[in-house]
């Protein structure tokens, strides 16, 4: 895809929703997309902030390759502006860390020493270094290696379509189900993130969502069940909802930890709109999955690690149903 077209004497990105429109020298909300000699340069295209080899558990992504390892990589800036950010001092971060270059070849090869499966581009907001995450992506298909988008869901359309045969999953922060919080306080537009949370399913990319439960801004019985019964409804009851623990940070350190008893509310309201897989973040709790039809239990968890690993080419060992995801079914 183009990742620009032009109206007039500006050009309009076309890397996330917000659609910039920018003249000649002019960067866009995000900090490291600029006009320049008309044409947008990723500033930081190859430029990353953080790179490490994680368990997969960790994105979260519960459904996509249990147990098996991604390189994760990130650079810096965001599209949001989110006051309770958990990642804030690569987000927020408004210097251009261009020191150390990371060709895409160069990613590939980190990703076979560190014997991953998957590469996930995460720890900020990746839509708007996708010129460099898809040219990593493609040399990762030619490698038998996928590919993982940990977001904040608000992707242009034309992103999400480019996608398609090159992004194997994503993990969608749905931070609210308040139009107005989203707008003011994170710089986002609900509307939006619904509609590419079933665009990436029409896509056929996998989906897990993730809602960070941050105490008095997102974690009413109301709130919590609207989240859900979209979900449910829209994206399918399948659909691994992931439940984190907020601490306080950046902007917002006066506001306590989300209690162990909110996640618990939380995870019932999930049950009750009828999820399958609703799990806890940020806790010891056990994240066990449960085959939906038996309730045997299909793999075990302990923190981020799998313990047991009991499906049989991704079916249940005792009534055969298939577990949804994507399973190394050798």
């Known amino acids: 895809m183009n990742f620009f077209k032009q109206e007039g004497q500006k050009l309009i990105c076309l890397l996330c929703a917000h659609y910039c429109h920018l003249g000649e020298g002019q960067i866009g909300l995000c900090g490291?997309?600029?006009?320049?000699?008309?044409?947008?340069?990723?500033?930081?295209?190859?430029?990353?902030?953080?790179?490490?080899?994680?368990?997969?558990?960790?994105?979260?992504?519960?459904?996509?390759?249990?147990?098996?390892?991604?390189?994760?990589?990130?650079?810096?800036?965001?599209?949001?502006?989110?006051?309770?950010?958990?990642?804030?001092?690569?987000?927020?971060?408004?210097?251009?860390?261009?020191?150390?270059?990371?060709?895409?070849?160069?990613?590939?090869?980190?990703?076979?020493?560190?014997?991953?499966?998957?590469?996930?581009?995460?720890?900020?907001?990746?839509?708007?270094?996708?010129?460099?995450?898809?040219?990593?992506?493609?040399?990762?298909?030619?490698?038998?290696?996928?590919?993982?988008?940990?977001?904040?869901?608000?992707?242009?359309?034309?992103?999400?379509?480019?996608?398609?045969?090159?992004?194997?999953?994503?993990?969608?922060?749905?931070?609210?189900?308040?139009?107005?919080y989203y707008k003011k306080e994170l710089g986002g537009n609900l509307e939006v993130i619904l509609d590419n949370l079933k665009h990436f399913k029409r896509n056929n990319i996998w989906v897990e969502v993730t809602t960070l439960i941050v105490p008095t801004k997102n974690d009413s019985d109301e709130e919590l069940s609207l989240i859900a019964e979209f979900i449910s409804k829209e994206l399918g009851t399948s659909t691994p909802w992931h439940l984190s623990a907020f601490h306080p940070d950046y902007k917002e350190p006066h506001l306590p930890h989300t209690?162990?008893?909110?996640?618990?509310?939380?995870?019932?309201?999930?049950?009750?709109?009828?999820?399958?897989?609703?799990?806890?973040?940020?806790?010891?709790?056990?994240?066990?999955?449960l085959c939906s039809t038996c309730k045997e239990v299909l793999i075990q968890r302990k923190y981020f690690k799998v313990m047991h690993n009991n499906l049989i080419k991704g079916y249940c060992p005792k009534c055969h149903t298939k577990l949804e995801g994507v399973f190394d079914e050798s």
């Open 259 to 289: 209690s162990f008893a909110s996640l618990q509310r939380a995870h019932e309201i999930g049950k009750n709109a009828g999820l399958n897989y609703v799990y806890i973040g940020n806790t010891s709790v056990e994240n066990d999955t």
């Open 32 to 180: 490291v997309n600029q006009n320049t000699g008309g044409t947008i340069k990723n500033l930081i295209y190859g430029h990353l902030s953080a790179l490490h080899v994680d368990p997969i558990e960790k994105k979260p992504l519960y459904h996509f390759l249990p147990s098996s390892k991604a390189f994760s990589l990130g650079t810096i800036g965001c599209n949001f502006k989110c006051p309770f950010c958990q990642n804030w001092k690569l987000s927020q971060e408004k210097s251009l860390h261009v020191k150390e270059y990371f060709s895409p070849e160069e990613i590939i090869a980190l990703t076979k020493i560190g014997r991953c499966q998957s590469i996930a581009y995460t720890y900020n907001e990746p839509t708007i270094f996708w010129p460099y995450a898809k040219d990593i992506a493609l040399l990762a298909h030619k490698a038998g290696i996928k590919n993982i988008f940990v977001t904040n869901g608000f992707e242009s359309s034309e992103v999400i379509d480019d996608m398609v045969g090159i992004i194997d999953a994503v993990n969608v922060d749905l931070k609210s189900f308040n139009a107005v």
